[in-house]
């Protein structure tokens, strides 16, 4: 098992996602619904996004080795499977964050118009746009949810048999 200063990698990680994904998802909704504060936010997000998709799997990851070492202790659990899953959950939605994210600000930003040639003026795009936006805010709920259905889930994990016992 990984540990970071004697506790499971997973348990320190958790909290950068934890505080992330809901800032990240915020941010993206944000982007998508107010175009004026594109310029500044169009950054930010970007390396929220991926920042958050990275945290996601890098804790997805410990919380699988952690997983593995309680089961070779005898403490198997159905709470902890469903935190797994809701775990897995997690990553698909943050990695569909990221992608959405970046294609919204490859589209939309006010660099990116500039620069890339079939987003030319002129050019009739706006039906991407809104696709893109919506998209964005869809894809900024989800992960502001599973962000805390997942963190609910390994509470309920961690402190269940603390309430019953």
Not at 86 to 110: H, K, M, N, S, Y
Not at 113 to 122: D, E, N
Not at 123 to 141: E, F, H, S, Y
């Amino acid at each position: 098992m990984v540990e970071i200063l004697g506790l499971p990698a997973h348990i320190l990680f958790l909290h950068a996602v934890v505080a992330f994904a809901p800032v990240a998802g915020l941010t993206g909704i944000v982007y998508a619904l107010r175009p004026p504060w594109q310029r500044v936010l169009e950054w930010p997000i970007v390396i929220l996004a991926v920042l958050t998709a990275a945290l996601t799997i890098l804790t997805a990851s410990a919380g699988e080795v952690l997983e593995e070492a309680l089961e070779e202790v005898g403490s198997p659990s159905s709470l902890i499977e469903a935190h797994a899953a809701q775990g897995d959950r997690l990553e698909i939605v943050a990695g569909v964050f990221a992608v959405v994210v970046i294609l919204t600000v490859a589209v939309t930003g006010p660099w990116s118009t500039s620069r890339i040639k079939w987003l030319a003026p002129g050019r009739d795009i706006r039906w991407m746009v809104a696709a893109l936006r919506v998209l964005t805010v869809l894809a900024g709920l989800l992960l502001i949810y599973q962000v805390v259905v997942t963190g609910h889930s390994g509470a309920e994990a961690v402190w269940t048999d603390w309430r019953s016992g």
